[in-house]
């Protein structure tokens, strides 16, 4: 087998998700493809690795040392969303409703993977908060062990802010899920927070 | 959205049966991956598109002019097999007991994808068989309408080849594959070319 080939389908399969066949499939896609625009490719890669730097705000992934949101004088700073992930966060920006600033805590303590409080960027919100904008912090780091863990964490440092309201986004039935295939914690969950429908006025 | 991430996110969502949460969670896989480690997968890639060459003399990828199968001294020049693409040469050599040589047509004609015969690298074939070594041809390529088509088609250019032995390899039940399952075209060709099993002699 070639070795130019050999090389890059082993490199490829190192991707999450890329088996070999998958990266010969990747490599005979490369080999069609114009060299200028694999060229793109590759650089955008290395650009991306090479240039990428974290907000020194909110830990968002940033071209610069603020990220377009922190720097974003009409966003609203007094409303802080902590999430687990930059994906999350993107998320979020994707339904264009949420006007606030983010937290980026970078991950949810978990002992078994060796992720300790100390690992999150929970320094960066309270800094924010030191900073007296802050009203609100809305919690949306998913409903696991590992993220109830990490709420218990963070309501434990934000104790010392009473005036914060802190509230975490609803858990319920997804829009479009079936009910039937749903698991029985979200139904409870669901059905404890029920909300009565505002009845049609009599005329 | 930072824009060396947007940038990295729509230049991978450009590769087959990638899309752009895909693409996301590649590069995040990347963010968390050694700066060298990034840099020798991009270079593998930029290696492999510009330095790959086809071999002169049976179209296989090639790091030099002519393939290290081609170059391979203990190969079986008399024994060519016909296949599709590179990925099915690679298939054969995994197993290990085909020790002939090749001929990687680049496709199979389809008027709908638009190759035509002459897209097709028949002229190897042909011309390794004009050297006169060539005693036979292995035909495998698949099974399906373009297959057949372009089977038919170098059928007519061997035919001023009359000394030539043209086989094609077996159809039928692949090893594991559950009867219930297989289409019945295969399971046709699999009952008409059954074999006899030899049956253990009297003692």
Redesign the interface.
């Known amino acids: 087998?070639?070795?130019?080939?050999e090389?890059?389908v082993s490199?490829?399969s190192?991707?999450?998700?890329v088996g070999r066949r998958?990266a010969?499939?990747?490599?005979?896609?490369?080999?069609k493809?114009d060299?200028e625009?694999?060229?793109?490719?590759?650089?955008?890669?290395?650009?991306?690795?090479?240039?990428?730097c974290r907000c020194a705000q909110c830990n968002?992934?940033?071209?610069t040392e603020v990220?377009?949101i922190c720097s974003d004088r009409t966003r609203d700073r007094s409303t802080v969303c902590v999430v687990e992930?930059?994906?999350d966060l993107?998320s979020i920006?994707n339904t264009r409703q949420y006007r606030g600033v983010y937290n980026v805590l970078g991950g949810v303590i978990s002992p078994m993977q060796g992720i300790a409080p100390s690992d999150l960027r929970i320094d960066l919100l309270l800094d924010r908060i030191a900073l007296g904008e802050v009203k609100e912090v809305i919690i949306a780091i998913p409903a696991s062990v590992e993220g109830e863990t990490t709420l218990y964490y963070l309501m434990n440092c934000l104790r010392r802010f009473p005036h914060l309201k802190i509230t975490t986004i609803a858990r319920g039935i997804g829009f479009g899920d079936e009910l039937e295939y749903v698991d029985e914690h979200t139904i409870t969950q669901a059905m404890a927070n029920r909300r009565e429908i505002e009845r049609p006025e009599d005329e």
Do not use: W, Y
Request: charged residues 25%; hydrophobic residues 40%; contains cysteine.
């Open positions: 087998m070639s070795k130019l080939l090389n890059v490199e490829l190192r991707l999450p998700g998958t010969l499939r990747l490599a005979m896609h490369i080999l493809t060299k625009s694999v060229r793109c490719m590759t650089s955008s890669i290395d650009e991306f690795r090479n240039g990428i968002n992934l940033s071209d990220c377009e992930q930059v994906g993107l920006e």
